[in-house]
C-alpha cells in the first residue's frame, strides 16, 4: 500500500464538531500515518494516567474549552504529547466517532497523512512512542467474543509487539481497515 492510495482511501469532508450525548465528554485523536512503507503512529500511556492507563492509543484528549473545535484538540494534543506540528491544512480527513464504554468519551478521529515526520519527543503523558508498520498490524485484526463485551457490537483487538491495542483505539482501527480493505 502506498501513501498516494491511503490519500486517496482516507480523504473525507472534515467537520470538527460534533453533538455529544448528554453522558459523554469530548475527545478527539490524531491518526498520523507516514512514510513510503506506511507507519502509524500510536502512543503507550503511563500507567500513572487517570483514564486509559497503560492502553496503546493515538495522541489526542478530551477537548478543552480554549479550543475552537474538536481538530483544534487533536492538533493541540499531538504537540504536547509527542511533539509532533501539524497544521489544519495537513489533515486528510475524518473518521466515524467511537465512544469509551469505561470513562465516557465521544472521540473524533482526524487522519494526516505525512511522507516523512521528524524525531518526536514524549511527554509525561506518553510512555513510549510507536512506530507501527501499517498493514501488518490491520492484519492482526481479531472480533473479540467475549461475552462481557455485549454492550456494543464493535469489539476488536489489534496486536504489535505482545501488546494489545482494543477499545476505543482498535475500532478507530477497524474503521481503517476497512477503508483500505474493501
Not at 41 to 60: D, L, R
Not at 111 to 135: A, D, G, Q, T
Amino acid at each position: 500500500m502506498l501513501l498516494d492510495d491511503l490519500n486517496s482511501l482516507l480523504s473525507t469532508p472534515i467537520v470538527p464538531d460534533i453533538q455529544s450525548d448528554i453522558d459523554y465528554r469530548l475527545a478527539s485523536v490524531l491518526v498520523v500515518i507516514y512514510d513510503a512503507s506506511p507507519k502509524i503512529i500510536m502512543t503507550e500511556k503511563p500507567e500513572s494516567m487517570k483514564f486509559h492507563a497503560g492502553e496503546i492509543s493515538f495522541p489526542g484528549g478530551k477537548f478543552d474549552a480554549t479550543d475552537s473545535d474538536l481538530l483544534e484538540t487533536a492538533l493541540r494534543e499531538t504537540r504536547e504529547e509527542i511533539g509532533l506540528h501539524i497544521s489544519r491544512d495537513q489533515i486528510l480527513g475524518q473518521l466515524n466517532p467511537v465512544k469509551t464504554l469505561n470513562s465516557g468519551f465521544l472521540i473524533l478521529p482526524f487522519v494526516c497523512i505525512l511522507k516523512e515526520i521528524p524525531p518526536l519527543v514524549s511527554n509525561s503523558e506518553v510512555e513510549k512512542i510507536f512506530h507501527i508498520p501499517l498493514e501488518p498490524l490491520l492484519d492482526t485484526m481479531m472480533k473479540d467474543s467475549d461475552p462481557d463485551h455485549n454492550l456494543i457490537d464493535e469489539m476488536y483487538t489489534f496486536e504489535y509487539q505482545s501488546q494489545i491495542v482494543w477499545g476505543a483505539s482498535a475500532r478507530i482501527l477497524q474503521q481503517i481497515e476497512t477503508k483500505i480493505k474493501y
